[in-house]
């Protein structure tokens, strides 16, 4: 957590001796107080210098105060704005929460519940702000990218990092972790130009050769004419070999030489070209296993992975779920005109579950929960069951493992308890558990077998 004191915090106001009494007092609270005397010296000062929190009166010459609060809302989403309304109606109140408004205090108001708000503003939007600050200071190339989780943090510094080097880039990472955005990434702190991009797994195998290197004429059956390969496209920019490990082996010798010496042979041609050429490669396969059982080439393995950057799943970096839904609530109500809001239940279910699809399915399970319901606000009972199930399970699941029961234990407690819900009906229990009748029966004549032993509480005391 950044330490606020120092924060800076903008004070809009027309009024001169109010603006310059509440920037006093947030002096002496050691926040560094910027006064300014309308929105668009607030707009200003927000674009030069920056800012973390704004306290904004509401009316005002120049530019109204919400339009000014709509207007940070748009360029410094991470910024919190506290709204000053002298009248403070419920309708008014509603509508300057809508617009976005972290908090508002109806004047006149006291030091203590401003301090108390801007506090609780701050503390709040640190990590959007971190981030904010990290991609500003990174440039824009990690727009797309959201998290400030340490490990996030430290694979966007070492994005800037290898992006200026020509060598290949290896990415891996579980399907769904933002593989291809951090190529995209990596491209666009390049500096190079263009980006071409090949799926190594949706090209049929005849095909990705004549693809990536290109084809003369008459080369084979079907080469009617001269064909560009993706090399020769990309020259001067970055070649991103999605899911290399899908590459065929018959190929892979003939990239390792392409990268090795920038030459290029198209096929069914004699004189070879050089391209200057970046290449990214990313797999959410284990390469070191693939090498090991045959399957992937170490050469270009190690070729390949000169750089290297992992993602680490969203499981592990789950202090970062808040901050990427929150980029999926605006995203999608900047597409649909709508803006629909979470309970804080439903965030607290999104930020537990384990997320085996990781972000992917993070962003489908939310565009799914936006669509389907119906009113403006997204409860945890319009995500699937099958999430909701998890969380529950797994406080079982933990006490289980607390006990310190075998897997064998933990489904013979199970079977049995299933078994006891149901009255004893064993192809109701079969039905429930998942498993075929006749999987139950021999799992209970096991049991028998074993001494009839019963759950594991019961034997264990016995
Ligand atoms: N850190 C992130 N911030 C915002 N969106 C993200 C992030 N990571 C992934 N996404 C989104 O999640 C989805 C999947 O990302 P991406 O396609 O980059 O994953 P991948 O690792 O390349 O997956 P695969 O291995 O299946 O190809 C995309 O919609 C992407 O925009």
Redesign the pocket.
């Known amino acids: 957590m950044t330490d606020e004191r120092g924060a800076t915090v903008l004070v809009v106001d027309d009024d001169a001796p109010m603006r310059h009494t509440v920037v006093e007092v947030l002096l002496a609270h050691g926040y560094r107080a910027v006064p300014c005397a309308g929105a668009r010296e607030a707009m200003e000062q927000m674009q030069t210098e920056g800012a973390d929190l704004v306290v904004t009166d509401l009316r005002m010459p120049g530019m109204k105060g919400d339009a000014l609060l709509r207007e940070i809302r748009e360029a410094f989403p991470e910024v919190p704005v506290i709204a000053v309304t002298a009248f403070g109606s419920v309708e008014d109140a509603m509508a300057l929460t809508r617009a976005g408004a972290f908090d508002y205090l109806e004047k006149p108001f006291r030091t203590q519940p401003l301090l108390d708000s801007i506090e609780r503003g701050l503390r709040e939007s640190a990590p959007r702000r971190e981030q904010a600050r990290l991609q500003r200071s990174g440039g824009d190339h990690l727009d797309?990218?959201?998290?400030s989780t340490p490990p996030m943090q430290s694979l966007f510094s070492r994005i800037a990092r290898v992006a200026l080097s020509p060598a290949p880039v290896l990415i891996t990472?579980e399907?769904?972790?933002?593989?291809?955005?951090v190529a995209r990434a990596v491209h666009k702190a390049s500096h190079r130009r263009p980006l071409l991009t090949v799926n190594c797994g949706a090209i049929p195998d005849q095909l990705l050769e004549s693809e990536l290197f290109g084809h003369a004429r008459g080369a084979f059956t079907g080469a009617a004419t001269d064909k560009r390969g993706l090399f020769q496209a990309a020259d001067g920019g970055t070649l991103f070999l999605?899911e290399i490990g899908e590459m065929p082996l018959s190929l892979q010798p003939k990239l390792l030489r392409v990268i090795e010496s920038g030459e290029v042979r198209r096929v069914g041609d004699v004189n070879a070209r050089q391209y200057n050429v970046r290449i990214i490669a990313?797999t959410?396969r284990d390469l070191a296993a693939e090498v090991e059982e045959g399957r992937f080439r170490e050469d270009l393995y190690w070729r390949l992975r000169v750089l290297h950057l992992e993602?680490p799943p969203l499981r592990e970096r789950a202090g970062d779920i808040p901050l990427?839904v929150d980029?999926f609530l605006r995203d999608s109500a900047a597409r649909s005109g709508m803006r629909k809001t979470l309970t804080p239940a439903a965030v607290h279910l999104l930020a537990e579950f384990h997320w085996p699809g990781n972000?992917?399915q993070l962003?489908n399970t939310l565009e799914s929960a936006l669509v389907f319901a119906p009113g403006d606000e997204v409860g945890a009972e319009d995500f699937p069951d099958e999430i909701r199930r998890a969380l529950g399970n797994r406080e079982v699941v933990r006490s289980a493992a607390e006990r310190g029961l075998s897997l064998a234990e933990l489904e013979r407690d199970y079977i049995f308890e299933t078994l006891r819900r149901l009255g004893g009906n064993k192809s109701r229990a079969a039905e429930q558990l998942g498993i075929p009748r006749r999987t139950l029966y021999r799992r209970l004549d096991e049991y028998a077998a074993e001494g009839g032993k019963g759950p594991s509480g019961a034997s264990s005391g016995g």
């Open positions: 797309e990218l959201v998290g990472g399907s769904g972790t933002g593989k291809e955005l999605d990313a959410n993602l990427i980029r972000v992917r962003r």
